[in-house]
């Protein structure tokens, strides 16, 4: 069984990969006055820059990648929900929150904003977003 000591060197070993991954994620940002920083500020703005260049990504996949929505019913005037990323309908499906127990409909979000028709809406689980 592992003793106190042991249980220690692993947090100690946790701690110190993290910091050693936020001063990595902070240096190739640019910033290079990481070492005035305390360890709880390297952390503060390593998370800070992380979700920024998520939400970066986020927007760039918005703009050029695919869209879909999808409704819970197919009723006329059912609410409908997005736009969403392929990736992110994917992962969804991946993870059966559309499912045949579950079942929602989904479409390809119109790009052109004076397009006629919109496309059917088809069972979510049945769709390869990123195929």
Not at 62 to 75: D, I, M, V
């Given at each position: 069984?592992?003793g ?12 110190f ?12 940002a ?59 309908m ?42």
């Amino acid at each position: 069984a592992p003793g106190p000591a042991e249980g220690a060197g692993r947090s100690n070993t946790f701690h110190f990969n993290k910091l050693l991954e936020a001063t990595h994620t902070l240096l190739d940002a640019g910033v290079v006055e990481i070492y005035s920083f305390s360890y709880e500020a390297l952390l503060e703005r390593s998370e800070k820059l992380k979700e920024e260049e998520q939400r970066a990504a986020r927007q760039q996949q918005l703009a050029t990648g695919k869209q879909w929505e999808f409704c819970w019913s197919r009723e006329p005037g059912a609410e409908m929900y997005g736009p969403y990323t392929s990736e992110e309908m994917h992962a969804w499906k991946e993870h059966k929150f559309f499912s045949a127990e579950r079942v929602a409909y989904a479409r390809p979000k119109e790009q052109d904003m004076f397009a006629m028709d919109e496309a059917e809406l088809q069972e979510a689980h049945t769709i390869d977003f990123i195929g």
